[in-house]
């Protein structure tokens, strides 16, 4: 079965998506998200100008010497860009292969090992009044699990806070936006928050929340410490990622669980911080760390080492990504939890899927391959916009992470 056509379709139904669609010579095709967020032309200049042309001609059914092809092959390794690609590759041709088979891809990766997949939803708010009117929104619809982000009052713009709750999307603005912070005015606050909703919802919600890389791992401690009480199932990238030696500084203090990992795109990233058991949940997303194959490899690792999967799953990893995420997790015996952030109606109908949420689970279909695709004519009608992450400063007006 060889690969006839390599196409990368870029659109934005309502948000910037960069898809890889494969064709084959017994009339198959598989699909692979390769969306990089604010960097989407990068990764399709990438599959466009340097992967397809490569593809053609191949056996469809070697996904793991492709991916070696394109990993080993390149010479030049790892990188946001490189695996956004080679993750796409990889994801259409197991669907590709499914679809070869008659089964849907989770029965390739050894089958069923639980019955649907516990998600998270993204509960967030102005005030604490809000978050608990949001939390109780997702009580409502079944969610078991949410993430909590509420404004910290004297910042103007603070991180997870939206005003389109179901729909949140950060990437949208032609340039970046910019956005303040103050570590002091958000550790004095935010255990407030999680101390008003165990007061409303006792120990009924699993709670989990975000801190999107801003502390130094002291003050991740100082965090950490102070939500004990409230019994989170996690704290997210409580630091920067790239000095990994901090996570053990907060761990000699707490012991919330802790999770990260949505940056991360290859094995090597993750190798230390599962090893030395510095974290809880590794986040990695199947279209940003290469694919189910490489996605695979990192949770096989986590497993050896006591730490579960969390799948990043936000706007930005389109239906694509999020089927293939499903897959994985019904098949893994570490699952942990998904990340569940609604795509907007008009993804939706770009992004045709069988998948379905219900009772605070999603549950795939059973058709061959991922269940999932990608309806181009309907793309079409929403051409690619320039849309950019904000950048965030420190009061002072210092550049810190966003
Ligand atoms: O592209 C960046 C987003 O995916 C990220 O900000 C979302 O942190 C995020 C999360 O946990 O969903
Ligand atoms: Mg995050």
Redesign the pocket.
């Known amino acids: 079965m060889r690969i006839t056509e390599a196409r990368v379709i870029v659109t934005c139904p309502g948000r910037n998506f960069v898809t890889l669609k494969l064709f084959t010579d017994d009339g198959l095709t598989g699909v692979g998200d390769a969306t990089l967020?604010?960097r989407e032309l990068a990764v399709a200049s990438y599959l466009t100008d340097h992967v397809c042309r490569l593809l053609v001609g191949r056996d469809a059914h070697l996904i793991e010497d492709t991916w070696q092809y394109l990993y080993q092959g390149s010479y030049w390794r790892r990188g946001p860009v490189t695996m956004a690609a080679i993750a796409a590759v990889d994801t259409a041709l197991w669907d590709i292969k499914g679809k070869a088979a008659g089964l849907p891809v989770y029965q390739l990766l050894g089958g069923r090992s639980r019955e649907g997949v516990l998600v998270y939803g993204?509960a967030n708010g102005a005030s604490v009044e809000e978050v608990i009117d949001e939390v109780a929104r997702y009580d409502a619809m079944g969610y078991r699990a949410v993430?909590v982000q509420c404004a910290i009052p004297g910042l103007s713009d603070t991180?997870?806070v939206s005003t389109d709750k179901l729909f949140y999307e950060?990437?949208d603005s032609p340039l970046p936006r910019e956005t303040r912070w103050s570590s002091e005015s958000y550790l004095d606050f935010i255990p407030t928050v999680f101390s008003a909703l165990r007061e409303r919802f006792g120990l009924h919600m699993r709670l989990l929340h975000?801190v999107?890389h801003r502390l130094t791992p002291i003050e991740a401690a100082r965090l950490c410490k102070s939500m004990e009480p409230y019994g989170l199932l996690w704290i997210?990238?409580p630091i920067r990622e790239e000095l990994q030696e901090g996570f053990r500084l907060i761990r000699q203090h707490t012991t919330v669980p802790i999770a990260t990992g949505?940056v991360f795109n290859s094995i090597w990233d993750c190798t230390q911080l599962i090893t030395e058991q510095l974290v809880d949940y590794i986040?990695v997303a199947v279209s940003h760390a290469g694919g189910i194959t490489h996605v695979r490899r990192i949770f096989q690792l986590a497993d050896l080492y006591h730490v579960r999967s969390g799948s990043?799953?936000?706007?930005?990893?389109s239906p694509v990504s999020l089927a293939a995420a499903l897959h994985v997790d019904t098949a893994i015996p570490n699952f942990g939890i998904q990340?569940y952030?609604r795509h907007t109606p008009a993804t939706d109908e770009v992004f045709p899927h069988s998948y379905f949420y219900n009772d605070g689970e999603l549950h795939l279909g059973d058709e061959p391959g991922l269940g999932v695709d990608i309806d181009e004519a309907a793309a079409a009608r929403f051409p690619y916009r320039p849309a950019y992450?904000p950048v965030n400063r420190l009061i002072d007006g210092t550049v810190h992470s966003w």
């Open positions: 967020n604010g993204h993430r991180y997870g950060p990437a975000d999107h997210e990238d949505e986040r990043h799953g936000a706007t930005d990893l990340e952030m992450l």
